[in-house]
């Protein structure tokens, strides 16, 4: 699925890198090749982000705070993530330059807020994404992270459906 915001004509190839975000799920990282084929063919870097949202880490009633321990464990596997989705990209495309995040938050936004920002700042001309991530939450064609960045991003977005062959890719 690729949404472009305003019209076609828009969609932009201004050398901004493809941001990649992934929670290291099984749909996420289906989302890889699509992403090396489009840096690939634009001639782009990737910019592989991960994002730990406090709030959905501690759940709707945690009121003290997440203990520090907890944060750096969350934390550990996303850098974990990153690094594994570092090595499966530079597998894919070796030529591409590759860069990883991790941001936090505990933000009402959440992730797609910070999706949007990180592809903001990077200046990304493209963003490769699953449809569904790790949340338990489920949409019939994409999920609740990919539907609320969709309203508000305006950059080209390229879903990768659940269960998409990776093969399928460039």
Do not use: C, K
């Not at 977005?157 to 998409?164: C, E, F």
Request: net charge negative; no cysteine.
């Amino acid at each position: 699925v690729l949404v472009v915001p305003g019209a076609p004509e828009s969609a932009p190839n201004t050398g901004g890198p493809v941001l990649v975000p992934t929670d290291g799920s099984e749909n996420a990282t289906n989302a890889y090749p699509h992403a090396a084929t489009l840096a690939a063919e634009l001639g782009v870097s990737i910019h592989l982000l991960s994002v730990l949202d406090l709030q959905r880490v501690g759940g709707v009633f945690d009121a003290g705070g997440l203990d520090r321990s907890v944060i750096d464990r969350f934390e550990g596997d996303l850098h974990d993530t990153l690094e594994a989705g570092r090595t499966t990209l530079t597998e894919r495309g070796p030529w591409t330059t590759i860069d990883t995040e991790l941001r936090r938050t505990a933000e009402f936004e959440g992730i797609s807020g910070q999706i949007r920002d990180a592809a903001q700042s990077v200046e990304a001309d493209w963003i490769v994404m699953g449809s569904h991530g790790r949340s338990n939450v489920t949409r019939q064609l994409v999920g609740s992270v990919t539907e609320t960045l969709l309203r508000d991003i305006d950059v080209p977005v390229v879903v990768v459906p659940r269960g998409l062959d990776q093969s399928s890719a460039g």
